[in-house]
DNA sequence: GTCCGCTTCATAACAGCGTTACAGTGGGCT
DNA sequence: AGCCCACTGTAACGCTGTTATGAAGCGGAC
């Protein structure tokens, strides 16, 4: 029942958005009463915790299935490309899990963030390679280049979802371009940053 | 009596948060019952809607306070340092206005969008004062960098709100290094930008 | 002065929400 | 068999936005 529940949440999520999500509704399509919420999860929030965990971990998952390879600013893109295809396949879960949306009062703990911050990790450690293969400048400091990151891809992910970037200049123009100007400012070379970008960002799923 | 509303929303919502504002908690802070909502309003969203007119046009005072200098990349970092302001001294109604955020299901229309938009014409116009004074590089595009500068922006100011950017580098260090590494791979020295940045940041309220 | 019309507001109600108290109901273990 | 416990259906409470209804006040016309 327990995952029977998470299921036609994720699905009625997906299907009706946010305001399509309440007790009833889902005892409804799960065709039991709304006590099995309470039996399960305890709340109704507890619930939205339970799909946002589920949320971290398919993120990681597709973070963790970006194969490394041998040009590691490519494999930066990829990654960012990775990010925005997430965020895109799953709006309403990733403004839960990044986007501060409540969603029936739920707010995310220390304990669920730092299942955010730990995917952080494989950007962090890109980033590492891309000093030590002399692409970044030596002084860099990966640590405070990977939040630069984050923000901008948040940003990016939350303001396309919003509906700001519209016009001239698409998300996906202004992901290949976010990406270059954050290599070329980290030390790499215009030509060498706009290769490798093109290179990652053309790789695995496209985030369009 | 519209007006007594909207302050009484304003100061419920600052004060009490998101799920504070009620119709009936309006109601019994104005001294007056819901059906005003609906007389002057015809519904709580288009209540939040007059809200985040006002939101914009506060935004936009802010914005346009910033004074032009003969410093183009110092008058840019000022601008980031005004909106970084903005979002943090009116949390809750930037998550409205950038951020997605539903409040009693009221969502933006294309018209309210072009409130936003509309800022973003002051941070372009700098871009373009920073090509012309041979800062950033002649052949940059102004409306795809003042987009990235919006993603970074956003993204830096949400996470913030969300909880995510606690640890070693907070915000402002962040928000810091974005602005120099913006102007950097625009084409700025990396020097010039380091003075720039810490000269318009210094300028007015400091973000935090 | 008196009446009309219009705007505005108070009361009460309806449907929906999350949540809870209570009364089963079923299956597994002793 | 008997017991216990996890589970669930029903109904209710208080909250939400919203609406129908009626009353009150105000301004202008005759």
Redesign the pocket.
Known sequence: ?RRRLLNEAARVLSEGGPAA?????L?KEAE?????V???FG???ELVRALTREGFDRFLVRVEAVARNDDPVAELAELCGVYQAFARAERDVYAVLFGGSTL??FTLTDEDRAMGVAVLRHPRDAIRRCIAAGRFRRDADPDLLVRQLFCQMHGLAQLDHVGYLVGAHGPDRVLAAMIHDFAVAAGDPAAAATRSVAAGLGRGDSPA
């Open positions: 029942m999500l309440s007790a009833r509704r005892a039991t009463s709304t006590m099995a309470y039996t399960h709340s109704m929030p029936l009062g």
